[in-house]
């Protein structure tokens, strides 16, 4: 799978799903659909339900996290963050 297969699939899934959705591509990485594009975002790393910072998926985040991404491809997980919603 490519970045951009990869983007194309989560684009997909994450507009077939109620706003509001988070992807949990990683322990560090979740992303949502606001309405017109995919955001990638990290969660706070204090434990709360709060994102941190949102960031480009560009191919250094890619190589960097390829398997996990893959895996959740496979397995996809979802929770809903009502904060994501604008």
Do not use: C
Not at 21 to 38: I, K, N, S
Not at 47 to 57: C, K, V
């Amino acid at each position: 799978m490519t970045l951009d297969q990869f983007k194309s699939q989560l684009s997909k899934l994450l507009r077939d799903i109620p706003r509001g959705t988070t992807a949990h591509l990683t322990e560090f990485a979740l992303a949502y659909w606001d309405g017109q594009q995919v955001i990638y975002a990290f969660p706070d790393n204090n434990g709360s339900d709060h994102l941190e910072d949102q960031f480009d998926l560009g191919e250094y985040e890619w190589a960097h996290w390829h398997d996990e991404f893959a895996a959740w491809i496979a397995q996809p997980v979802f929770s809903v963050r009502p904060e994501v919603v604008k």
